[in-house]
């Protein structure tokens, strides 16, 4: 019982957990360093105390002192004890090992949906300035336009009172509505260009 | 590199009308009496100082500050 249920359960799993090592979180150096002398201490002072007891059970020990044996259980007890001690140390370290990489994944996934975030930020400001600015060109030609059309308006009635009799007055209102329709037209040319574009991509 | 002459007739103009229509105003102008706002002195300005006044006018839209745009552009060319 206790050589197959306890000693060689402990022995069986810790040497698997030597031998995996690498494929879980990297190589624990101090498990590799710390753990296998320790477990062969324990193998050691644990595997003559389980043939005692064998031995005394199928008689092939026919007498050992109680001093003798107890010395023996005492010994396999301490090493199990500080096998435990070394392997709860190391277990530690693992779990601390573990703990770092969640945390470093974690930290690089926050930072990915940080740089999403703000790669999806300076689209929408690139794609709502690609559509304010043509609309803001074509304000800017309209605007002075609006104004330009009253005062040319007012000029023009003032004008025909007089049988437009100053040349003047007549080519600078001409040429400055000519102007302005020029403007008008090449912005909205303009933005027709950058809307068809925006709506082909 | 512009004139003296244009910086400051630009600058007054562009008190009353947006920087880059007053821009267009005077170069259109300018073009009527040969000059471009490299070459533009005070004998140049004198003679289109009226129509740069009418023509900027007409995009302002309060008639007490079409005629201060006329009179300080009348004062700048020592009319």
């Given at each position: 019982?206790l050589?197959?249920a306890d ?9 698997t ?6 494929g ?11 753990l ?23 008689g ?6 109680p001093e ?13 004890f500080?096998?435990?001690?070394t392997?709860?140390a ?10 770092a ?19 999806a930020?300076?689209?929408a ?11 803001l ?12 059309l ?7 009635f003032?004008?025909s ?5 100053n040349?003047?007055?007549?080519d ?6 000519d102007?302005?329709?020029?403007a ?8 027709e260009t950058?809307?068809?574009?925006a709506?082909r991509? | ?14 008190g009353?009308?947006d ?9 259109r ?8 706002e ?18 900027a006018?007409?995009?302002?839209a ?5 005629t ?12």
């Amino acid at each position: 019982m206790l050589h197959e249920a306890d000693a060689n359960r402990v022995a069986g799993s810790s040497w698997t957990s030597v031998n995996e090592d690498a494929g879980f979180y990297g190589t624990s150096a101090s498990l590799q360093t710390r753990l296998p002398p320790a477990l062969l201490k324990y193998e050691e002072a644990n595997g003559p105390f389980i043939q005692v007891i064998k031995g005394l059970a199928d008689g092939s020990v026919a007498a050992m002192s109680p001093e003798a044996y107890l010395r023996s259980g005492l010994t396999a007890r301490e090493e199990s004890f500080a096998f435990w001690n070394t392997a709860v140390a190391e277990e530690d370290t693992l779990l601390h090992r573990r703990i770092a990489h969640f945390e470093q994944r974690r930290a690089r996934s926050l930072l990915l949906a940080f740089a999403a975030v703000l790669a999806a930020g300076l689209l929408a400001f690139w794609l709502t300035r690609s559509i304010t600015r043509p609309l803001l060109g074509l304000v800017a030609s309209l605007s002075p336009g609006a104004v330009l059309l009253s005062v040319c308006v007012e000029r023009i009635f003032d004008a025909s009172e007089n049988n437009f009799a100053n040349r003047d007055e007549t080519d600078l209102i001409c040429q400055e509505l000519d102007a302005n329709c020029d403007a008008v037209r090449q912005a909205v040319a303009q933005l027709e260009t950058q809307v068809k574009g925006a709506t082909r991509t | 590199m512009a004139t003296s002459i244009y910086l400051s007739l630009l600058k007054t103009v562009s008190g009353y009308v947006d920087e880059t229509k007053a821009r267009e105003v005077i170069g259109r102008q300018l073009a009527k009496c040969g000059a471009t706002e490299d070459t533009l002195e005070a004998e140049n300005f004198k003679k289109i100082a009226h129509m740069v006044a009418g023509a900027a006018g007409l995009y302002v839209a309060h008639p007490e500050r079409r005629t201060d745009l006329a009179k300080r552009i009348a004062v700048l060319a020592g009319l």
